[in-house]
């Protein structure tokens, strides 16, 4: 199978900085409202993890943290949702938290750690226990990560992954030879069940060719999954023209062809203190 190298966070965000992403078509939600049960009870915490298609997720931890008010002691707690989604704290020692979940889930022979989306607030605010705590999450591997820091140009602040597609070969050299004007033309297949276990939909794009350049496009927020990659270009007189893809197995001219796999590797990130973005991204590199 032909695969394609994950890049490293801090190499994205460079792409990312040098050229204008595009986010994929953002996947419907259905968000969970507060239910009466769900309501706030002093030095309690409660709530409910559901996925995109509305459906209870099992097994989710929640980690409430925080700092109390009696001694100023760093207090945690870390309850995990039932088989109908629901969680619940109680006793909780008087103070200020901040309350995220995430789920453990195996993909692909990958062990990822994956945060799940607030309903109600940003993923930095903080919490009075005295008051109660009532907060639900989505489980979401597309759409913006809802931060007080969220930047639209920054792969780091979406929950799916990014693909960048370089202008040149695996070795960086070798830049692509395209008539000015050139149009590049990618298409994204699913390859089995995304992430959450849903059915993806094929994903196309296209940017404007630049001469000579390093990073010719990014495409942000791609749902989490694997998927096969195929790139083409429309030449000014409409012809289009194959590009070649590298499938990471060697230097050789015949390690290119016209397809080759998509997967966004795990990060390892922490849900602490901020959750943020959980997978690499990806890169294509390419020939004629």
């Known amino acids: 199978m032909k695969k394609i190298f994950p890049l490293v ?3 994205i965000c460079l792409s990312a900085a040098t050229l204008t992403a595009a986010p994929a078509k953002k996947r419907t939600v259905k968000k969970p409202a507060v239910s009466k049960s769900n309501a706030p009870q002093p030095n309690t915490a409660r709530g409910t993890v559901r996925n995109a298609q509305g459906k ?3 097994d989710v931890t929640v980690d409430i943290w925080g700092t109390a008010t009696a001694n100023a002691g760093i207090v945690n707690f870390d309850p995990t949702t039932n088989a109908a989604g629901r969680y619940t704290q109680t006793d909780i020692t008087p103070g200020s938290y901040s309350v995220l979940a995430w789920k453990q889930v195996s993909y692909n022979g990958q062990t990822y750690r994956v945060p799940m989306s607030p ?22 591997i597309s759409g913006p990560i809802p931060s007080r820091f969220f930047d639209a140009t920054k792969p780091e602040s979406y929950y799916g992954g990014a693909l960048t597609i370089f202008g040149r070969d695996e070795n960086l050299l070798n830049p692509l030879d395209l008539p000015a004007g050139s149009i590049l033309q990618g298409r994204l297949v699913p390859n ?3 992430m959450d276990g849903s059915v993806g939909r094929v994903i196309t794009f296209e940017a404007p060719y630049k001469a000579g350049e390093l990073y010719q496009f990014v495409q942000q927020d791609i749902p989490v999954g694997r998927y096969t990659l195929s790139l083409s270009a429309l030449l000014p007189d409409g012809e289009s023209k ?7 197995s060697g230097h050789d001219d015949s390690d290119f062809g016209s397809t080759t796999t998509v997967e966004f590797f795990p990060r390892g990130a922490s849900v602490r203190p901020y ?11 390419v020939r004629l």
């Open 242 to 248: 194959v590009i070649r893809l590298y499938d990471g």
């Open 56 to 58: 209870p997720v099992s």
């Open 9 to 11: 966070a801090g190499f």
């Open 192 to 194: 089995g069940p995304l």
């Open 275 to 285: 959750q943020g973005h959980f997978v690499n991204g990806a890169g294509a590199y």
């Open 119 to 140: 309903v109600q607030g940003k993923i930095e605010d903080q919490y009075l226990s005295r008051k109660g705590i009532a907060r639900d999450f989505v489980w979401k």
